[in-house]
């Protein structure tokens, strides 16, 4: 089981510190590897096509397909808080191609997506986090377990890589 409780504390300080620092140290952990099996199929597809065919910049694609195992692992680096300390839902919504977005948001209703780019107006014209529901954080068919607080998640294997890339990221960046 890996133990998530040092992590969020280096993560917590870091975005507290930088926001902008955090979000680019997850996005530097995503790519093809980390992409479902439905996504593989796409973002290939959109890499032939040419990204800025369909209005994606070179984040975009790099994010593209990652937003419920990033949105997951900015939940869990951030202990389920914001910054003032309440409780961060997962959200997600379904899209008008009939794939499901993900995101963070607070209470209060501030969004926080650390995929957002890849929902260019050519592929998501009308999108507006308008229609979100909560999740719960987590996966029944989830194999691999992380323990944040007391508690143990059970999260998918996607998720799991992009936490261990992620608390290398942190320990380096400590390091310096």
Request: net charge positive; glycine share 8%; hydrophobic share 30%.
């Amino acid at each position: 089981m890996f133990n998530l409780d040092k992590y969020v504390k280096q993560f917590r300080a870091l975005e507290k510190k930088s926001p902008s620092s955090a979000m680019r140290l997850l996005r530097n952990c995503l790519g093809p590897e980390l992409l479902r099996v439905e996504q593989k199929k796409s973002y290939r597809r959109i890499k032939q096509q040419g990204a800025e065919q369909v209005g994606l910049s070179a984040l975009g694609l790099r994010v593209y397909g990652h937003c419920k195992t990033a949105a997951t692992a900015y939940w869990l680096l951030m202990g389920g808080k914001d910054r003032e300390g309440k409780p961060l839902l997962l959200m997600k919504e379904k899209m008008p191609d009939g794939q499901l977005h993900f995101w963070v948001q607070t209470e209060s209703g501030r969004k926080i997506d650390p995929t957002k780019a890849q929902l260019s107006t050519e592929l998501y014209p009308h999108h507006n986090y308008s229609s979100g529901e909560a999740v719960r954080v987590g996966s029944n068919r989830g194999k691999s377990f992380v323990s944040l607080a007391g508690h143990t998640h059970r999260i998918d294997h996607y998720s799991y890589k992009l936490l261990q890339c992620l608390a290398k990221s942190l320990r380096t960046t400590n390091s310096d």
